[in-house]
C-alpha cells in the first residue's frame, strides 16, 4: 500500500506561482510512474502532468505547457508541480497519482492506469 500527501496548494491571483508537493509512503517510491490530475466543479478530471519513475518522460496537458513543470526527487519520496503564470482556469483540486505498471504513451496522461491516489489541495485563482 502507498499512501500519497499532496500540500501546497492555496488562494493566489492571476499570474502567481504555486508549487505543490505530493510525498509517498509505504513502498520504493522510484518504482512508481507520478501523475499530477485536477479536476474543476462541473469538469471531468484530466492529467495536467506526469513523469516516468525515473523522470527521464514528462508529459503535460496542452494547457499547461509552458507554465508547469513536473519533477521528482525519489531520494525524497516526492513529486512536485511547479505551477507558474497562473489562470482562474487552472482553478481545482488538484490531484497526485502513482502507478506500478510499467508505463509507456497515453498511460501517462490516463486516470485508470494509476493505483493511488492522494486526497487533493485546493488550488484557486482569482482575476
Known amino acids: 500500500q502507498v499512501q500519497l500527501v499532496e500540500s501546497g496548494g492555496g488562494l493566489v491571483q492571476t499570474g502567481d506561482s504555486l508549487r505543490l508537493s505530493c510525498t509517498a509512503s509505504?513502498?520504493?517510491?522510484?518504482?512508481?510512474?507520478m501523475g499530477w490530475f485536477r479536476q474543476a466543479p462541473g469538469k471531468e478530471r484530466e492529467c495536467v502532468a506526469a513523469?516516468?519513475?525515473?523522470?527521464?518522460?514528462?508529459y503535460y496537458a496542452d494547457s499547461v505547457k509552458g507554465r508547469f513543470t513536473i519533477s521528482r526527487d525519489n531520494a525524497k519520496n516526492t513529486v512536485y508541480l511547479q505551477m507558474n503564470s497562473l489562470k482562474p482556469e487552472d482553478t481545482a483540486v488538484y490531484y497526485c497519482a502513482g502507478g506500478v505498471r510499467r508505463f509507456s504513451g497515453s498511460m501517462y496522461y490516463t486516470g485508470a492506469s494509476y493505483d493511488y491516489w492522494g486526497q487533493g489541495t485546493q488550488v484557486t485563482v482569482s482575476s
Open positions: 509505504g513502498r520504493t517510491f522510484s518504482n512508481y510512474a
Open positions: 513523469i516516468s519513475r525515473s523522470g527521464v518522460i514528462t
